[in-house]
């Protein structure tokens, strides 16, 4: 018992837990996130003209991988880290530790199994591209390391232990992206090589930057592994939970996770299989215009929004454990105060930063991606990033569901907007064109967010008033936010310029002076105190803010 008590005196209040484990996985995905952008440039300038359709090709055989990434994983880690988190709180750490050897058997068996389907069974998932067969071949080897190494994220977040996954997948990400760049450049730029084996290799960078994320996560565990045996020699070692039952309640708690889980990822499979048949329908386009359209909606506008939308999968990662506890407990309370804090801390760092983006949505098109399509590119970022908003709710408020235990209600709930997205998908695009599908997404997840929160309202009073008076803060203050930024971007059109340096500095100069002015204002307010704890004094104190 002394192991437990010191650590729960070391853990301070639930909110301290959630901003400390959300700096830590926002730091993390944040840096990743920008690293898995900022390759663009350097890529797009080596595959010259091919790389609208190298992008396509990327993206589809991205999206076609994340989804069996996701059931080769079957929401393990998340299970993992729920469960872990819900041992932990009985000091029952010696089960814990069984859970987690249990969950990587599971693991290693599922990875295998969907590789050996993805990779013998590429030519039946191309929809009729033959050169997705290659891609799909490359990913394959990724799908035998991930499943492992975010299993072992899982198991330490479970502990409330986010720095290794954060350093992880940064690490990750950065042997990912230097193995993408240097075989771009030496097949594309010193071989003149083909552009579908640049994609090919740039694809399978993702099983080298696995294998170096696996490595830090190994070395974080050998560092700890006599805290881990401490605890579990100050265990209770009250509860006996047999290996049958442990199986059991990892696959009935990751099962879940895999359809909500892999929520954006089926949308953008709607789009990927019904967008250029429904467009053969709307007019008489070529599959290579389609292509072009596709990459500036499906992959380009989402790397980027993708970067503020992971400050909202490190939140959902963080308020898991902490609310399986609190859940464990059985304290509606706690449970009501948390639901509160992860919505005001989700719209704290997701309003301003969607916004942000859509303000300086032409200079950073022309910034990442040059002037291919560029006034249609800019308008579909812009509004791709409000889009984001909706996305990151998303996956935080699935996320609070799985925390409580309500999963399979969760599961019904994005059924009901997955319905809603497919009744839509064709008029809208039809209509609409390269938005249609962007619209359809968003009304889709409305309908599952709205569904879900307000299960959340019934089950535990969410403090909606207490929320909305902070919100208001929140929104004027992005608002003022936006405004400069577009203030800025506007002024910086004068140059008549399109070229990335010249918008790279447009861009930096608007981040800069608009990023300033919120974190002048929420700190001068006193209003990031209130939501993200105390700790903000001293930021204030180093800014000089009184």
Known sequence: ????????????????????????????????????????????????????????????????????????????????????????ALNEYGISVRLYKRGLEIAIVTGISIALLMYFGAPLFTGGDPHLVPVLHSLAWAILIIPTMSLTRGYFQGFQQMAPSAISQFVEQLVRVAYMLITAFIIMRVLNGNWVTAVSQSTFAAAIGALGGLIILGVYYWRRRHYFRELVANSNNE?????????????????????????????????????????????????????????????????????????????????????????????????????????LMFEFVMIPSALGMSAIASPLNLVFYGRAHAALAASI?????????????????????????????????????????????????YFFGAFGPLIATGLGFTVTCYLIIHSLDMQFGINFAHIAKKTNGILLTSIGTYVLARLVAWIGAFSGSQGRVINFVIVMAAVLVAGYFYVYVVLRTRLADTIMGPRMAGLRRRLHIR
């Open 381 to 429: 970022l812009a509004f791709s990033s409000y889009l984001s908003i909706l996305l990151g709710l998303y996956t935080v408020v699935s996320a609070l569901m799985q925390g409580i235990s309500q999963n399979k209600r969760a599961v019904r709930y994005f059924l009901v907007g997955t319905v809603v997205k497919f009744i839509v998908q064709w008029p809208l695009v």
């Open 1 to 88: 018992m002394a192991a437990r008590s010191d650590q729960t005196g070391n853990r301070g209040s639930a909110q301290d837990q959630m901003v400390a484990g959300s700096a830590w996985m926002t730091g993390g995905s944040i840096f990743s996130r920008i690293l898995g952008a900022v390759y663009i440039i350097p890529w797009n300038i080596w595959f010259g003209a091919f790389y609208l359709q190298g992008n396509a090709l990327y993206g589809k055989g991205y999206n076609i991988y994340s989804f069996f990434l996701i059931a080769a994983i079957a929401g393990v880690p998340s299970a993992i880290a729920k469960q872990v988190a819900h041992y932990n």
């Open 239 to 343: 509860l006996v939970v047999p290996a049958n039952q442990l199986y059991k309640e990892i696959i009935a708690q990751a099962v879940p996770f895999i359809v909500l889980g892999a929520g954006i990822t089926i949308f953008q499979l709607i789009d990927q299989y019904t967008f250029a048949p429904i467009m053969h329908m709307a007019g008489d386009y070529t599959d290579a215009h389609l292509n072009d359209l596709f990459a500036l909606f499906g992959v380009n506008a989402n790397k980027l929004i993708m970067i503020t939308i992971s400050l909202a999968s490190a939140l959902a990662v963080t308020v898991v454990p902490l609310l399986s506890e609190s859940y464990t407990r059985g304290n509606k309370k706690e449970i009501s105060a948390q639901l509160s804090n992860a919505f």
